[in-house]
């Protein structure tokens, strides 16, 4: 059990499209989700919060209108990076929290977006 | 915020061997995780221990939460231990884990 996909795996995309990553918990219901980017040989980096129904709670310095976030059910949350450039290529990782689990998170696999 | 942090930040060990890695965090906490992160970025839970001690086969951790600490226990490692190691506490105020530098673990054969 406890089991979050995430699409796609990876993307290549031009600069200046739009690109959106699906973060799905696969056996149970997410009262909330977590969107993460990792950097090369760093560590995970907090991005936003989002909670089913309500907006996302965005880290300082993480542009809202550049990332955005949308929480469409207890088991289903996308991030759309807009307008992609260069600098936003990275690593990124979703997961997904479930109340019955002691608030444990459980993580999706990642999606590796480079933008050209 | 809670800050985190953990050593050593590299290990190379020979397959066979125990190691200890360590995390300190500056504040309470009522959750902490441990994850290991293969080399494909999978995170995969290792952990979930705000106090006491677990055993899962060759691994066990401790966290001390009056003492702000928590230690991650890899017995007779092996090749496929190798990866990166986060903890992540949850402090008693906010929603969210902060994720520690992380310990990157290379065994070899």
């Known amino acids: 059990g406890a089991v979050v996909s995430q699409h796609p795996s990876w993307v290549i995309c031009k600069s200046g499209t739009s690109v959106k990553i699906e973060c799905r918990s696969l056996?149970?219901?997410?009262?909330?989700m977590f969107w993460y980017r990792q950097f090369p040989k760093q560590s995970l980096m907090l991005m936003a919060t989002s909670n089913e129904g309500s907006k996302a709670t965005y880290e300082q310095g993480v542009e809202k209108d550049k990332f955005l976030i949308n929480h469409a059910s207890l088991t289903l949350s996308t991030l759309t990076v807009t307008s992609a450039h260069p600098e936003d290529s990275s690593f990124y990782i979703c997961s997904a929290e479930s109340g019955r689990t002691y608030n444990e998170q459980f993580f999706g696999p990642g999606t590796r977006l480079t933008v050209l | 915020g809670i800050q985190v942090e953990q050593s050593p930040p590299d290990l190379i060990l020979q397959e066979g061997a125990n190691s200890t890695l360590r995390c300190n965090f500056s504040?309470?906490?009522?959750?902490l995780q441990w994850f290991h992160q293969n080399p494909w970025g999978q995170l995969i839970n290792l952990f979930y221990i705000p106090s006491g001690t677990k055993q899962n086969g060759r691994l066990s951790a401790t966290t001390v939460a009056t003492e702000r600490y928590s230690l991650l226990y890899i017995s007779s490692s092996q090749t496929t231990d190798s990866g990166v190691y986060f903890c992540?506490?949850?402090?008693?105020?906010?929603?969210?884990?902060?994720f520690g530098p992380g310990t990157r673990l290379s065994v070899l054969p």
């Open positions: 992540a506490p949850r402090d008693n105020y906010g929603q969210n884990f902060v």
């Open positions: 056996d149970f219901q997410a009262t909330t």
């Open positions: 504040d309470s906490v009522n959750n």
